[in-house]
């Protein structure tokens, strides 16, 4: 019987940024359709693991055996690869907060933009797929605002909204609640639940462990470029593993499906 190759599966990646390994030998593999959070301190190289998934990093050729698959595959089309994964990031937010409506930013991911252009041909059903994830996502109010205009958190769920016009099977998302306000994480932690049980299978990066929503059962956690634990968030979200991670002494708390740490 066949089954579906990993949505992504690293053999002994390394990535070299400078004269520095920020990923080093790095072994894993995660399944199409899991909900899994990359945890790890700031520096640790989650965010360049994001990178090499999305293939704007590439690994450091070695002699050793090493492999980089996506899918199954290791060569894509950047623009179909991007559209298959969803990747939501703070490089993308960065871009798209522009003197742009929230709706043209939408319609703008089938094109792999910022903004829609006058050599762009928008369809019927490009217009009708982005209003539809608008009102997925819960922000059919702003579609003629711009980016520049509304809330951190908004704008974090256009930008979400973008990645979905192609219906991905997966949305990577780079610390997606950096810099919301306590409720706008909280909105935000619940349209990632309402997506999660729709079928759509979230990787997110992050450093803080209540933006790991209960969908998530599974951690891989990152330190100096190494991968320092994988498993069950019942194993990995323990005072001893976060203490070692984050190289501080924790106190863990769980409440309501969320972990907390003191």
Known sequence: MATD???I?????????????????????????EN???????????STLVKAIARD???????????????GSDRWDLFDLRNRLGLVSN????????????????????FGSVGVWPNHAVSAEMRRKAREVLELLEIPHLAERTTEEVS????????IARALVHDPQTLILDEPASSLDLRAARELREILRKLAAGGIGIVMVTHHLPDIIPEMR?????????????????????A???????????????????????
């Open 240 to 262: 001893a593993t976060l203490g070692g991670l984050f190289g501080i002494p924790v106190e863990v708390l769980k409440r309501g499906g969320y972990y907390h740490v003191l």
């Open 9 to 33: 599966e690293f053999q002994n990646v390394t990535v070299r940024r400078g004269s520095r390994d920020v990923l080093d030998g790095v072994t894993l593999s995660i399944a199409q359709g």
């Open 5 to 7: 190759p990993p949505l």
């Open 57 to 71: 990093l590439c690994p450091v050729c070695k002699p050793e055996p090493w492999s980089l698959r996506i899918l």
């Open 91 to 110: 490089d993308w937010m960065r871009m798209c907060t522009r003197d742009y409506s929230a709706f043209e930013i939408v319609l703008s991911g089938f």
């Open 218 to 238: 599974r951690v891989v956690a990152i330190r100096d470029g190494h991968i320092h634990g994988d498993g069950p968030k019942e194993r990995l979200l323990t």
């Open 36 to 46: 899994v959070a990359i945890l790890g301190p700031n520096g640790s190289g989650k």
């Open 152 to 159: 951190s958190g908004e704008a974090r769920r256009i930008l």
